[in-house]
């Protein structure tokens, strides 16, 4: 049974930068390439440039279905602020410890709080999905408290984020 949580708030948060020490970045479908090395096998990632844009405040990537013989990772979280989705293309369901299951369709979109216990349960073979997190770098923890491994994909966003910050130090 799926239930509908509307969480309303009236918190007014500051980014962690400045709006002027964001950079203006575009990102073109067209010629687009899509890494494997993400955090799940199944799953096709591509980069939008926000973590470079916000020097790693936040990151955004349209994750592509390869296949349906994916590999399921369990409850696990990711140490983040929040992680924001949005299906652009077939449908994706995912149950949270707190709230449920529940599947997702072209057009929905979910904000998930961070640090949240959960789990991708299916997908469609077509599927494509934008997904923001903030910040860009984090760890993904196991329902056990064991660390999963960082996928290459954030290793480069760190390293390329933490050269800017270094640089912008000095």
Do not use: C
């Not at 997190?133 to 999963?148: H, I, K, L, Q």
């Amino acid at each position: 049974m799926e239930m509908e949580v509307t969480v309303k708030s009236n918190a007014k948060s500051a980014p962690a930068k400045k709006p002027e020490e964001y950079q203006f970045v575009v990102s073109r479908a067209k010629g687009a390439e899509f890494e494997t090395d993400g955090l799940r096998e199944e799953f096709a990632y591509r980069d939008l440039g926000l973590a470079d844009a916000s020097h790693g405040d936040f990151h955004a990537h349209i994750i592509k279905a390869k296949h349906l013989n994916g590999g399921h990772n369990g409850l696990h979280r990711h140490l983040v602020g929040l992680q924001f989705a949005m299906v652009l293309k077939g449908w994706v369901s995912f149950y949270y410890a707190e709230h449920g299951e529940f599947r997702y369709e072209q057009g929905d979109a979910v904000t998930i709080p961070g640090e949240t216990l959960h789990e991708l349960r299916d997908y469609s073979e077509d599927l494509e999905l934008l997904e923001l997190t903030g910040p860009a770098v984090y760890n993904t923890v196991r329902e056990d408290g064991s660390e999963m491994a960082t996928p290459g994909q954030k290793v480069r966003i760190e390293e390329r984020t933490t050269s800017v910050k270094s640089t912008e130090a000095k």
